[in-house]
């Protein structure tokens, strides 16, 4: 075994077993946290395969965040209200199901990438990066004005949304959910980098033109991958927005881009693991720093800046060494 | 419609669009010549409007919060150049982002440690408040007519700056090659430093016009910086002619968008379901133009070719 | 005519002042090398990159097997059966030799967007690709970091990869650039071998090479094609002697 699975291995035990811990110490409030660290690290797992594979620079993955995080308000909120989210041209109602929640959820930011991914892959280095970022401003701001689901002020669900055999409001098994997820997200994403497209996509970043010379267009490669990038950060959305049992437009916001592009580069662009160790790290700075003072960004600030200078290949290039890993 | 309100919100977003004007033509220009993308451009934006507040309150004058805001801004940008971004020039675009990012917390927080988090306010100078009457009856702001005339300004005094003068020369020359400016034996590293500071003493001015008229407060520079993104996007990235199109053409957008929309709604739509779905149409309008130059030109409309 | 593979008829390319192709009309038939040879700055890169797709013509056309492909991208004209290498190796270098000559495999059978299945556990690519190693000798360091590899290894990746495809054609940039006198001796006797499988557009600045391996040469001077013939023809051609091998020899 090589010493990236080991690494890996011993993390996902980690993240599972010191939740588990909290429960039986009763110490819910770590549980939270865990929670939260899986959920961003399924958004960082999805962005990792748009840049790490893809070497797209996407700024905007907010967007996807936010449209799973409204996906569930918008369902749960009219299936709380009894009310029908509309009539015509046909009936469509809420719903407090976790299951059909991630599935729109999933196939909304999946739209969304696509409409977003065929504008703005057309353009590529610096022009991509702003553009991502202005449609994730675009629908931020869309949030804040669209009223009848809070506007500014955001939209709270006053129960955690069901599923099926399991009590979700314990959080011990909320965390569990979660923590499947991020397993299945990070099953199919190793999957994918060993498919024939994630090896297509991996050379479209390298070297575009090789790959239109064997006839493959890698513009359809990438778009290909920023939808499935999005669906995978949507799907963290809805799960964050069930969490907090609160959405606001904050979920759209570039703060929240750029805190998912944090993740992974803490981690270590395009390892597995990278975006876990990342959104942990975040979690337990969030915690620990914030705890100490309020100002804890400057902290977090200059770490990222040091890390970036002096230490590109994240915590994960510190400790395994560097290099992109294939076998 | 009546036709004051009209002309009234069509110069209101040529103010704006010059206003978004200063903050992105120091971008394009840093963009053009060192290659750099750079996130931190609001915060530089917003240290303009804090020097600028905090020293027009401490003397009582609006001409030393301006002098004080592009100096902060200016020394702000020399300062970090120095230290940060003079690293990242030869990074790719993901290390610049997350770089620049980074400078962006540590700006804001540090902001928010010394001015606290309530909004601090800065005062229009008593000779530019009021309004006067413009021909054909149009009372407008005295204040905001001059942030279009200081505007226009300073768009000239860049072309000038850019086609006339020895440091136009030597950025013009770093934008078509790097290694040819070298060669005429410009100290590159100076060059950069300068193209930089003066990019942040714009934002600066910007952050301190703009402050007047609304709240000073952390975090007012990254809308502004994304607006700056989609101005440069949709004139070109490295153009200056393109930076000032694309600026009038999003601020009128924004405004005449906020304007119309709502009303346009009404006509098949009850009021408050109109003005709730204008609006929200309106804040969309200027990606929507992004986009649709993104479709017919996606270089922008004065960029070279990617 | 059936035996004409690639046509380019009266082919017109201006970059400003600089006139890099006029009126060019070249042809590779079935079984042929034919080679593509001048001074540097005649335009025969220009002209390969209209060939392949990656510039277009401002006037003329370029006839693929018969079809009109002209307006067509290069991702379509590769898979329509034109195979290309570049000058200067275009490789995904972290990868794999192997993965290199899976990618080939994968644009050839149309699997690029198969989610499912590692690539390196598809029997039909890895034969195709493997073969292809084999071929140029490639099979020893299939396993190796593409970064590793000499530059001369490159180069054969580069054909590699362009074998994997099983082309109608190859166009060929430049394949013995950087290889020293050995390297290119076995790369012609190799290449002598390939003209069977399909026929070759060779562009070399290597004349040893051109004259051992070309049916048929055709010489650009500024933009101009000066001549077409047989290498005897060509040898004894006054205007090409004059204009170009005479500053060389």
């Known amino acids: 075994m090589n010493r990236e699975l080991i690494f890996d291995v011993m993390l996902m035990l980690g993240l599972v077993l010191v939740p588990i811990w909290a429960h039986f110490a009763d110490e819910p409030f770590i549980i939270t946290l865990a929670t939260r660290a899986a959920i961003f690290a399924i958004a960082g797992v999805g962005l990792n395969l748009a840049l790490g594979q893809g070497g797209l620079v996407s700024l905007g993955h907010a967007t996807f965040f936010g449209l799973g995080g409204y996906a569930m308000g918008i369902l749960a909120s009219h299936a709380q209200s009894y009310t029908a989210i509309t009539d015509w041209p046909v009936l469509i109602e809420g719903t407090k199901s976790m299951p059909i929640i991630w599935l729109v959820a999933v196939l909304v930011s999946g739209f969304a990438a696509l409409l977003i991914g065929a504008l703005s892959l057309r353009t590529t280095g610096v022009y991509f990066i702003m553009i991502t970022l202005a449609f994730g401003q675009m629908f931020y701001y869309f949030a804040v004005s669209w009223s009848a689901y809070g506007g500014d002020d955001g939209l709270s669900i006053y129960i955690r949304n069901d599923f099926p055999g399991l009590n979700t409001l314990d959080p011990i098994q909320f965390f569990l959910i979660v923590f499947t997820c991020l397993l299945g997200v990070l099953g199919f994403a190793s999957m994918l980098i060993r498919s024939p497209f994630g090896l297509s996509l991996n050379a479209a970043r390298q070297s575009p033109e090789r790959v239109e010379t064997v006839g493959i267009n890698p513009y359809h490669l990438r778009l290909t991958v920023f939808v499935i990038s999005g669906m995978i950060t949507g799907l963290a959305g809805a799960l964050f927005a069930d969490l907090n049992r609160f959405i606001s437009p904050s979920m759209f916001s570039w703060q929240t881009s750029g805190e998912i592009m944090v993740f992974i580069i803490l981690g270590g662009v395009a390892r597995r693991s990278g975006p876990i160790v990342g959104a942990v790290v975040f979690i337990a700075l969030e915690h620990f720093l914030g705890g100490l003072s309020d100002y804890w960004h400057i902290y977090l600030g200059a770490l990222l800046l040091l890390i970036v200078l002096f230490a590109r290949g994240g915590i994960i290039g510190l400790l395994l060494g560097q290099g992109r890993v294939h076998d | ?222 809308p502004v910086l994304i607006l700056a993104f989609v101005v440069i996007v949709i004139g070109g990235i490295g153009s200056i002619k393109g930076a000032f199109v694309g600026a009038l053409l999003v601020g009128l957008t924004d405004t005449v968008g906020g304007l119309f929309l709502p009303s346009l709604f009404e006509l098949f739509m009850e009021p408050s379901a109109a003005a709730s779905a204008g609006s929200a149409l309106a804040s969309m309008s200027i990606y929507i133009l992004m986009a649709v130059v993104l479709i017919i030109k996606p270089s922008g409309l004065f960029g070279a070719k990617p | 005519m059936t035996d004409v593979v690639l046509q380019t008829l009266n082919i017109n390319k201006r970059f400003g002042a600089v006139h890099a192709a006029r ?88 699997q690029s967007f198969k989610l499912f299945g590692a690539a390196l556990k598809q029997s039909a690519l890895l034969t195709r690709a493997n073969d292809a190693l084999e071929r140029v000798g490639l099979l020893d360091v299939a396993r190796s970091r593409t970064s590793e590899l000499s530059h001369g290894q490159r180069r054969q990746l580069e054909i590699a990869i362009a074998l994997t495809l099983k082309p109608k054609l190859f166009v060929m940039d430049e394949p013995m650039a950087g290889l020293g006198t050995q390297g290119s001796l076995q790369l012609t006797q190799f290449l002598d071998t390939l003209r069977t499988q399909a026929p070759i557009l060779l562009v070399e600045h290597d004349m040893d090479a051109v004259f051992a391996l070309a049916d048929r040469i055709s010489v650009l001077v500024y933009g101009q094609l000066l001549a077409t013939g047989t290498v005897a023809e060509i040898r004894a051609n006054e205007s090409v002697r004059e204009a170009y091998l005479g500053s060389d020899s």
């Open chain 2, 1 to 222: 419609m009546p036709y004051l309100l009209i002309a009234e919100q069509l110069l209101n977003g040529i103010q704006f669009g010059v206003m978004l004007f200063l903050m992105a033509a120091g971008l394009t220009l840093v963009f053009g010549v060192m290659g750099l993308i750079n996130l931190a451009h609001g915060s530089l934006f917003m240290i303009g409007a804090f020097a600028a507040a905090w020293a027009s309150a401490a003397s009582g004058s609006f001409t030393v919060g301006l002098i004080a805001a592009l100096a902060a801004a200016a020394a702000a940008g020399a300062l970090v150049e120095v230290v940060v971004i003079r690293r990242l020039y030869a990074r790719d675009h993901l290390d610049q982002v997350l770089a620049t990012f980074a400078l962006i917390l540590v700006f804001s927080e540090g902001t928010r440690w010394i001015f606290g988090s309530f909004p601090l306010y800065l005062n229009i100078p008593e000779a530019l408040s009021g309004s006067i009457t413009l021909p054909g009856g149009i009372r407008y702001s005295l204040y905001r007519l001059t942030l279009i005339g200081v505007g226009l300004l300073v768009a000239l005094g860049l072309y000038l700056l850019i086609a006339h003068t020895r440091l136009g020369i030597q950025v013009r020359a770093g934008e078509s090659d790097r290694e040819m400016i070298a060669a005429l034996g410009v100290d590159i590293s100076k060059l950069y430093t300068v193209v930089f500071a003066l990019g942040a003493a714009l934002a600066g001015l910007a952050g301190a016009l703009v402050g007047a008229i609304q709240s000073v407060q952390v975090g007012m520079g990254e």
């Open chain 3, 23 to 110: 009126d060019i009309c070249i042809d590779l038939r079935r079984g042929e090398i034919h080679a593509l040879i001048g001074p540097n700055g005649a335009g025969k890169s220009t002209l390969i990159q209209q060939i392949a797709g990656s510039l277009s013509p401002d006037t003329g056309s370029i006839i693929l097997e018969g079809e009109d492909v002209t307006r067509d991208s290069t991702v379509s004209r590769a898979r329509k059966g034109l195979a290309r290498t570049f000058q200067v190796s275009a490789l995904a270098m972290e990868d794999t030799v192997l993965q290199n000559a899976l990618l080939g495999a994968m644009g050839a059978t149309g």
